[in-house]
């Protein structure tokens, strides 16, 4: 792994994300058009580690990002270079750093289509595809069918009543991110014969909120556990990243939602996705780049 990477005119050299003004981190964003405001990317520096790319005098030119979840499991995200210097190595440079942080974990991502090549050869293996929907809500909060059990709100404070749930969905333990996440989302779960059945969280995020991530056994109460935040959001902008292409799109669908760009799942070590019938499912992701 080279300590420098030069590329055409300029030389890159790895920093600390922690330490990058997060303006030039939203600046980085902006220019391949990616969402994330400040306060997205304050959160993802306190749930993840990472570097940026720099030049000579402080340029950020691009980053990568790695969210640690146990001692041999991480997800990858944020990983940004700028449109110049997309084909020159940059990228490649800045996983390479990825992989000596990480050591021997197995990893997880979802790529973007400028990025699925590069990770391709870098030894992913595609899983799954992730549909992004967003729009404004148009939902009125008629026509879904009684909800079997209770939906009730949980306080951050409780948030350790999911874990168990959240780590037979997602296949390892993400306390750590959860935690984080519930210090500025609405949690809400569904409790049937006293048993949290299904949970699901709402924060802020980009142009408007994202409802994420959404665990559940089954549709129907995967759609009462979105449903309860539309009904708050109306007219609002809202995202979901979901893995599901049944009943849960089709009501994000009739709830104004558009279907627009799509990542794909990635696995490097081991497959990361851990679906098993009878089993709880992550119906919404907490991020494409969580995962």
Same mark, same amino acid.
């Given at each position: 792994?080279?300590?420098?990477?030069?590329?055409? %005119?300029?030389?890159?050299? $790895?920093?600390?994300?922690?330490?990058? !003004?997060?303006?030039?981190?939203?600046?980085?964003?902006?220019?391949?058009?990616?969402?994330?405001?400040?306060?997205?990317?304050?959160?993802?520096?306190?749930?993840?580690?990472?570097?940026? &790319?720099?030049?000579?005098?402080?340029?950020?030119?691009?980053?990568?990002?790695?969210?640690? @979840?146990?001692?041999?499991?991480?997800?990858?995200?944020?990983?940004?270079?700028?449109?110049?210097?997309?084909?020159?190595? #940059?990228?490649?440079?800045?996983?390479?750093?990825?992989?000596?942080?990480?050591?021997?974990?197995?990893?997880?991502? #979802?790529?973007?289509?400028?990025?699925?090549?590069?990770?391709?050869?870098?030894?992913?293996?595609?899983?799954?595809?992730?549909?992004?929907?967003?729009?404004?809500?148009?939902?009125?909060?008629?026509?879904?069918?009684?909800?079997?059990?209770?939906?009730?709100?949980? %306080? &951050?404070?409780?948030?350790?009543?999911?874990? $168990?749930? !959240?780590?037979?969905? +997602?296949?390892?333990?993400?306390?750590?991110?959860?935690?984080?996440?519930?210090?500025?989302?609405?949690?809400?779960?569904?409790?049937?014969?006293?048993?949290?059945?299904?949970?699901?969280?709402?924060?802020?995020?980009?142009?408007?909120?994202? *409802?994420?991530?959404?665990?559940?056994?089954?549709?129907?109460?995967? *759609?009462?556990?979105?449903?309860?935040?539309?009904?708050?959001?109306?007219?609002?902008?809202?995202?979901?990243?979901?893995?599901?292409?049944?009943?849960?799109?089709?009501?994000?669908?009739?709830?104004?939602?558009?279907?627009?760009?799509?990542?794909?799942?990635?696995?490097?070590?081991?497959? +990361?996705? #851990?679906?098993?019938?009878?089993?709880?499912?992550?119906?919404?992701?907490?991020? @494409?780049?969580? #995962?």
């Amino acid at each position: 792994m080279q300590d420098s990477v030069r590329l055409k %005119s300029f030389e890159l050299f $790895p920093q600390d994300i922690a330490s990058v !003004d997060v303006e030039l981190l939203h600046a980085l964003t902006i220019s391949v058009g990616w969402p994330h405001r400040p306060n997205d990317l304050e959160l993802m520096r306190r749930a993840g580690k990472g570097i940026v &790319a720099v030049d000579g005098i402080g340029r950020v030119f691009g980053s990568a990002m790695w969210f640690p @979840h146990g001692d041999d499991f991480a997800t990858v995200g944020l990983v940004i270079t700028v449109p110049r210097t997309q084909a020159q190595g #940059n990228g490649r440079w800045l996983m390479d750093h990825v992989f000596s942080q990480c050591g021997a974990r197995r990893l997880s991502l #979802n790529a973007t289509k400028a990025a699925y090549a590069l990770y391709l050869s870098l030894g992913f293996t595609k899983e799954a595809i992730v549909q992004l929907y967003d729009g404004e809500v148009s939902w009125s909060g008629a026509s879904l069918p009684p909800v079997d059990g209770r939906l009730e709100q949980l %306080s &951050a404070e409780a948030i350790r009543e999911i874990m $168990p749930l !959240d780590r037979a969905a +997602f296949g390892v333990d993400r306390e750590r991110l959860l935690t984080l996440l519930a210090e500025v989302s609405r949690v809400c779960v569904l409790r049937r014969r006293g048993e949290i059945v299904g949970y699901s969280m709402c924060r802020e995020f980009g142009r408007g909120h994202v *409802i994420g991530p959404i665990v559940s056994f089954n549709d129907e109460d995967v *759609i009462h556990l979105a449903a309860v935040h539309m009904e708050a959001l109306r007219g609002r902008f809202v995202r979901v990243d979901t893995r599901s292409q049944g009943v849960f799109a089709e009501f994000l669908t009739r709830s104004g939602l558009v279907a627009g760009e799509a990542v794909t799942t990635m696995w490097k070590g081991r497959p +990361f996705l #851990n679906e098993v019938a009878g089993h709880p499912i992550v119906y919404g992701l907490a991020g @494409h780049s969580f #995962n």
